[in-house]
């Protein structure tokens, strides 16, 4: 339909507060925005929906509406929309995977945020390590002007199915027919700007179909600890660490009290644990093969249980559990 480029009517902002609110009091954790994907979405919609999450006491997690250093319409115009909302609303704010939005105004983006907690505002934000994104071809990301807003083109483009590079015929076709595309569109500069900053959390924002998709979905971590820990030496390992385990589980901990024995490692929490080896770990995901798992993590367990034991995946060991915010 066309949702994603007009404004939502009264009735449909009705609707969406209450369906919202229905979700939140049956337990969500907290409330996801995909304004990128949106951009017919008012200002005044946006800030509907986060007084809805801010009466709650849930987080709002936003990709934002713009990205890239152009303006108009770039990542610093798109924080400072969903800043000034978190601050007239009292919502959480969560900026998700702050490199592939800020781009080249990857550092401009994270002076906000430090800006915005050190004059008491509650703003996170996350990265995944890697230069390129994914996401789906026919969204509206991809809408006339894309090329000159993000600084990249056709070629910058690769479908994850066959790893080919697209031109502006392929563009067209696949467009139209829908589906997933890799986006190399982030200087590693950026990247690394991101992933060593004390703001950030690391999360993957991954996502498999039939087994093809991004690397970050299996190789973010050990990335992170193979890469910028140990060969580069550009985070500790306690930073590193850190910014996997205890920095998510805060965020989320003040809605769902479960979060408190998530992160950590002490008498009464979860046994959710990592066994890795510092000295070999490192990331085998590729684009070609994004599924490959990664060396050098010997045990993980899940409440206590092996679900990776020796390095060998346990057949049927399922222990995880939902949390709700109950």
Not at 27 to 32: F, I, S, T, V
Not at 143 to 152: K, L, T
Not at 209 to 233: C, F, I, M, Q
Request: hydrophobic residues 40%.
């Amino acid at each position: 339909g066309d949702a994603a480029h007009r404004q939502a009517t009264a009735d449909e902002i009705s609707q969406m507060k209450s369906l919202l609110s229905d979700g939140l009091n049956n337990g969500a954790l907290a409330m996801g925005f995909g304004i990128d994907y949106t951009r017919g979405a008012s200002r005044w919609e946006i800030v509907e929906m986060f007084q809805v999450a801010a009466d709650h006491g849930a987080s709002c997690h936003v990709h934002l509406r713009g990205k890239g250093h152009m303006e108009p319409g770039g990542a610093i115009e798109a924080f400072e929309e969903v800043l000034a909302v978190a601050a007239v609303t009292g919502a959480p704010l969560h900026v998700v995977h702050v490199q592939s939005t800020g781009m080249r105004a990857t550092a401009q983006v994270l002076h906000m945020v430090q800006g915005a907690q050190q004059r008491g505002l509650d703003v996170t934000t996350e990265c995944y390590p890697y230069a390129a994104g994914m996401t789906r071809i026919e969204s509206a990301l991809f809408d006339d002007g894309w090329q000159e807003q993000y600084g990249i083109s056709y070629e910058n483009l690769q479908r994850p199915d066959t790893g080919e590079f697209l031109t502006a015929s392929t563009f067209a076709q696949y467009r139209e027919e829908g589906g997933w595309i890799i986006a190399h569109s982030t200087p590693q500069d950026d990247v690394d700007v991101a992933v060593t900053s004390p703001l950030t959390i690391i999360a993957t924002d991954g996502i498999m179909n039939d087994g093809k998709g991004h690397p970050r979905t299996a190789g973010s971590y050990s990335l992170v600890l193979g890469r910028y820990v140990r060969e580069r030496k550009l985070l500790s390992l306690t930073e590193a660490i850190a910014k996997m385990t205890i920095m998510p589980a805060k965020r989320l901990e003040n809605r769902a009290t479960a979060f408190k024995n998530k992160g950590r490692i002490k008498a009464g929490a979860d046994a959710d644990i990592t066994i890795f080896d510092p000295a070999t770990v490192i990331d085998r995901s590729t684009y070609e093969q994004p599924t490959l798992p990664p060396v050098g993590m010997r045990h993980i367990l899940v409440g206590g249980h092996f679900v990776v034991r020796d390095g060998d995946l346990q057949a049927g060991a399922t222990p995880g559990q939902g949390i709700l915010a109950l």
